[in-house]
């Protein structure tokens, strides 16, 4: 069964390296003891989206429908013959994660499959299962045996979640909008997008991220540096998209180059060793 682990966690992290090198990269600069399980969290939440966002030549209810009954088999039986759901079963089980957060993410995952125009309330929803749970879990690994911390830090971690979900909506709007139909943001027409509800929008990010600093800035070092260049790499994100006029918004997916990339990392590794944070 050690064996088996091992594997089933490599999976994950190979389905990180593949899919995200902005996320593999943070996640790379976490102490070392933290990577596999944050690995494991990445590779569940990944497949989860694909079975909504990719597979549209075949059944989607259903493969989502499978993936859902496995999912609470192996957190139940504490094995699986799925790699990937071995390994998130592992972490679930081992780090004590609230079941209830595996519930939100997996609802709001399925909210995709139907939901295409969201109101306030199920915008609210679906932020907090995709993305805020997500942040938890991670923040449960950090701090397994520190109770106190984790509830002093899960606030921050919903905040930079809240961010970081918000950005990816904006960035995707021509793949969410026009090849899937979804308008996530309450009350905004796609067809008629002005400067006017991207400020609105613009402005709801910023406060999010300006609430989530405190906490990154009281996250112990041997995770800090991880979660600091994810939220710088979205902060550039953002910053660029503030610079896209509406219209090209809705045509074209913004990108952060390689280059740029590892300028980031270089410069969010030099500002957690000088406490710049």
Do not use: W
Request: hydrophobic share 35%; aromatic share 14%; net charge positive.
């Amino acid at each position: 069964m050690d064996l088996y682990l091992k594997n089933a966690l490599k999976c994950s992290k190979i389905t990180a390296n593949n899919y995200s090198t902005s996320f593999s990269t943070g996640i790379r600069v976490l102490n070392k003891k933290y990577r596999k399980q944050i690995y494991a969290i990445y590779g569940f939440v990944r497949f989860a989206d694909e079975i909504v966002d990719s597979f549209y030549d075949f059944n989607r209810q259903e493969l989502f429908e499978n993936f859902k009954k496995d999912t609470y088999k192996a957190l139940n039986e504490k094995i699986s013959s799925n790699p990937i759901l071995h390994s998130f079963q592992y972490v679930v089980n081992e780090y004590d994660i609230d079941k209830e957060l595996v519930d939100s993410f997996l609802n709001s995952m399925e909210m995709d499959l139907h939901k295409h125009n969201y109101n306030n309330s199920q915008y609210k929803k679906y932020i907090k299962g995709s993305a805020e749970v997500v942040g938890l879990m991670c923040l449960k690994v950090f701090y397994k045996d520190n109770k106190k911390e984790y509830e002093s830090l899960k606030y921050y971690a919903q905040k930079l979640g809240d961010a970081l979900q918000k950005v990816n909506f904006l960035r995707d709007i021509k793949a969410d909008y026009k090849e899937r139909g979804r308008v996530y943001f309450p009350d905004i027409d796609f067809d008629n997008f002005t400067l006017e509800d991207k400020k609105s929008i613009e402005a709801d990010i910023n406060n999010d991220f300006k609430n989530s600093i405190p906490g990154i800035r009281n996250l112990n070092k041997e995770v800090r540096l991880g979660v600091y260049l994810a939220y710088n790499y979205f902060m550039t994100l953002f910053r660029k998209i503030k610079k896209t006029n509406a219209e090209s918004l809705i045509q074209k997916r913004i990108r952060i180059s390689n280059f740029r990339k590892t300028i980031l990392l270089i410069k969010c590794f030099i500002n957690h060793k000088l406490n710049l944070i």
